[in-house]
């Protein structure tokens, strides 16, 4: 019998052939939901009503939960077949041109701690209750029975009933509301065609706050959405509801305007919800994001834009993704390379934040540069097999990357092309399933272009070109040649400062491309980030930065000599410690939250990553001192400050210099430098550094729970407890991870994080060779989050790459994205070890 873990891993070649036999229309999902506050109750009843017409007559219907009670097929009773994945349905009516069937299904699922399905979240605060679903790729088949796949499109109608009081919330608005013996049942209208992955449900006594965005249309007739902002009720008095539905509105009045389609939902909920495993989800109507985004104590104006990005972001799916969809995860990027690309673009277009741009450069470029050298890299158009290798394509190719070669794409055929080409795809495939060719098609059409070379160079293609200048030939040098639109920048230095004095437009195709620049300082290649590639500094160039970066008056310049180096140091070009004296350096001047955040963090991951053994010591103590004297220079109540706030907590997990300074201001006896909020999460910060090099304890944990026993400071009393540095400590913690099956997503993150907390390779270390005998039994037994995170979190830091090389040798059959992870984790580790070797 086929388990149940192969069953669940949907194959492209199985779900194409279903969707070909297979025409759904409908689906009418009923959930009782009204047990979930008694945390007793493991499961909900869930009944799914299936209408489509059949050309076989037998297929499957997916499902994972507890149990199917039953199966109704045209109104007769079939046996229940179900394989813990897969429910038989046979002796359906079929007829070549698709004859009629109606299937029901009443089963029970399984309420989820893991952020996969329907998550259960009971608040500590208050003792409320809280849920929202979680979908995609795979998981709407954890709360109903459903067609598992992005081209089988549905009319889907949720009647849930839920405790009295509370809000319930689905893609559409209600239609019926009945209340009974502290129970309601609410029905909501009939989606539109969606897929089954971005269908949602979310119910509980949130805290709402309500809208309205309107627009006039070319007819005269006015469009009204209804609006709504929800969090955790005790989280009410920190949510920036007005700041969030400001940008909402601004965003719907530009993706209007910029797409030529009406927003074609009927109304934009966004809820924001714990314990949540993404950034956000684009469900149709609801959205969800986690409530990292609900600030509970200082914020930077970087957090801010962040979360305008990750709005705006969600919001362009709604036409990239859920009014168009991609028939296959092959074409994932079809949405997420687009929505990457819109939230930085809406965001500089639309919003207050007009440097959203240098985020990207700074941020997500550097995840698509780092996932893009992976040995595991794939082509922005992949090939996903299965749900598996589906899972594991969220990745920095797919958003970033994808997101760079569209800016790359606007340059080449211009901005009114791009868009007018978005606006006749929206029209062709409106509310249906497309490929890459679809896109092409209307490309050409738009700008006149050939775009089937662009789509080979680009998008159909791994790795990125490497650019570099040489000054004694005047040529612009490209490694893994592809066409480049772009600029050169050229800098003088004098005076002190870096100034632009000319800006060359470059167009190159070729290894090497002659290019006539001025006499400078400074040669800053691809000035104003239109492409994606890797640039070199040449000698003079690193000299005038080293000097003078925080000098440049154009952040989005800056934003890319601080990629420029980090990418060389990454590379083993620039001696980490060259690195770390120009961040120390240049970063206090730095006066874009957003890259000083970056720039910081780059430091202390180079520190213990890429600094030799014998002088990492040396350079720990340096940036402790840093991190300390500017979290006191820094303007009082900055995001400066406040970023380098963070900076030193992360720096004295490492080194206890500053330990009794850091007790003093957190016990009362000691200020706290003017102007900072020590608020609770940066109390958690810097107690989670004291516990790490043994200067706090359980007592301290305990009594800082006591100032903030809230769903926050659970998740980082257990990162404390678990991160003092006493072998039996980490043991436990070791134990806890891979075998306390009631840890939820977020505790079992803290877990891990305490366990490899600070200097504590002698602690650790004895786990290695355990490590490599765990991860396929956890592979196969745990759910993929929960699996993933143990896989990337406890890998051994080694200094050899034997071990792990002996495990891939031996389990050349382990499952493809296992292995996929477990490489990536050793290329990882072989940069480490190779750039703390280079110099």
């Avoid at 089963?107 to 995609?136: K, N, W």
């Avoid at 005269?220 to 969030?244: K, M, N, T, V, W």
């Avoid at 050899?800 to 990882?828: C, F, M, T, Y």
Wanted: proline fraction near 4%; charged fraction near 25%; charge should be negative.
């Amino acid at each position: 019998m086929t388990s149940a873990n192969a069953a669940a891993n949907l194959t492209r070649e199985e779900t194409a052939a279903r969707s070909a036999a297979i025409s759904l229309r409908d689906i009418r999902v009923e959930l009782d939901l009204s047990g979930a506050p008694d945390e007793r109750t493991p499961g909900f009843l869930t009944t799914a009503t299936l209408r489509f017409d059949a050309a076989v007559e037998e297929t499957w219907v997916d499902f994972l939960g507890e149990s199917v009670r039953r199966v109704v097929v045209n109104g007769a009773d079939q046996d229940v077949a179900w394989d813990g994945a897969r429910i038989r349905i046979a002796g359906l009516a079929a007829s070549p041109e698709g004859a009629p069937n109606e299937v029901v299904v009443q089963a029970v699922a399984a309420y989820s701690r893991s952020g996969e399905g329907l998550h259960r979240f009971r608040d500590p605060a208050d003792g409320e209750t809280y849920l929202y679903t979680q979908y995609e790729p795979a998981d709407a088949r954890r709360v109903m029975p459903c067609f598992e796949q992005p081209d089988m499109k549905a009319r889907y109608t949720f009647v849930v009933t839920a405790p009295a009081g509370w809000h319930v919330l689905s893609n559409q608005a209600p239609v019926r509301a009945d209340e009974s013996g502290g129970v309601q049942t609410v029905e909501f209208a009939p989606t539109l065609p969606l897929s089954s992955y971005i269908t949602a449900v979310a119910a509980g006594p949130y805290h709402r706050v309500v809208g309205e965005w309107s627009k006039i249309g070319p007819d005269g007739g006015e469009q009204r959405i209804p609006l709504g902002a929800y969090c955790r009720a005790s989280l009410a008095a920190h949510f920036e509801a007005d700041e969030i539905l400001d940008i909402t509105r601004r965003g719907l009045d530009f993706f209007d305007e910029a797409f030529g389609f009406p927003y074609p939902w009927s109304t934009y909920d966004q809820v924001f919800v714990p314990e949540y495993n993404l950034g956000a989800m684009e469900n149709p109507g609801l959205v969800t994001f986690t409530e990292a985004y609900v600030f509970r104590g200082a914020s930077t104006e970087a957090q801010h834009e962040g979360r305008a990005n990750t709005i705006l972001h969600e919001m362009a799916h709604m036409w990239f993704g859920d009014l168009v969809t991609m028939r296959w995860w092959d074409d994932l990027w079809l949405k997420e390379s687009f929505a990457d690309y819109m939230g930085a673009h809406a965001s500089a277009a639309a919003t207050r934040f007009t440097d959203a741009w240098v985020s990207f450069a700074a941020r997500r470029k550097a995840w698509a540069y780092q996932q893009d050298q992976l040995p595991t890299t794939h082509p922005i158009v992949a090939d996903i097999a299965d749900l598996e290798a589906a899972k594991l394509n969220f990745d920095g190719i797919t958003y970033a990357k994808g997101a760079s070669v569209l800016k790359q794409l606007v340059a080449y055929v211009g901005h009114e092309a791009f868009f007018e080409a978005a606006r006749r795809y929206f029209q062709a495939h409106a509310y249906g399933n497309t490929t890459l060719d679809d896109l092409l098609v209307q490309l050409e059409a738009a700008s006149g272009r050939d775009m089937r070379n662009w789509s080979r160079a680009w998008l159909e293609t791994t790795g990125m070109s490497t650019l570099s200048y040489d000054r004694e030939s005047g040529v612009l040098v490209q490694t893994d040649p592809r066409p480049h639109r772009l600029a050169v920048g050229c800098y003088v230095l004098g005076e002190g400062r870096l100034r632009r004095t000319e800006l060359v437009d470059v167009d190159i195709e070729t290894e090497r491309t002659d290019v006539s620049l001025p006499d400078a300082d400074l040669i800053l290649i691809n000035d104003a980030d239109l492409t994606y590639a890797k640039a070199r500094l040449d000698a003079r160039s690193l000299d005038a930065v080293e000097q003078a970066l925080s000098t440049l008056d154009d952040a989005l310049a800056r934003g890319l000599v601080w990629s420029a180096l980090w990418n060389a140091t990454r590379d083993g070009e620039m001696p980490a410690r060259r690195y770390l004296a120009v961040v120390r350096r240049h970063a206090p001047s730095e006066t874009n939250v957003g890259l000083l955040a970056a720039a910081t963090a780059n430091a202390a991951f180079a520190i213990g990553h890429y600094v030799r053994e014998g002088e990492r010591e040396a350079e720990r103590r340096a940036w402790l001192d840093t991190a300390w004297e500017q979290t006191h220079a820094a303007a009082p109540g900055s995001g400066a400050q406040l970023s380098w706030a963070r900076a030193l907590a992360g720096a004295a997990a490492f080194d206890d210099a500053r330990a009794g300074e850091i007790a003093a201001m957190l016990d009362g006896s000691r200020p706290v430098p003017e102007g900072l909020a020590l608020d609770a999460d940066l109390r958690w910060s810097l107690l989670a550094a004291l516990a790490a090099t043994g200067h706090a304890g359980e007592v301290d944990a305990d009594a800082e729970l006591a100032r903030d026993d809230t769903a926050t400071g659970r998740t980082a009393w257990i990162r404390v407890r678990a991160a003092r540095p006493v072998a039996e400590v980490r043991a436990a913690a070791w134990d806890a991870a891979w075998n306390d099956r009631t840890l939820t997503n977020d505790h079992l993150d803290a877990t891990i994080a305490g366990f490899r907390a600070g200097d504590a390779r002698h602690l650790i270390a004895r786990f290695d060779e355990e490590y490599f005998t765990r991860i396929r039994d956890a592979w196969s037994e745990r759910s993929i989050e929960i699996a993933r995170r143990l896989v990337t979190g406890l890998f051994p830091s080694t200094d050899s790459l034997e071990p792990v090389d002996a495990w891939l040798a031996g389990n050349a059959d382990a499952p493809a994205s296992l292995r996929r992870l477990v490489i990536e984790q050793r290329d990882h580790l072989a940069r480490d070890l190779r750039v703390r070797a280079s110099r």
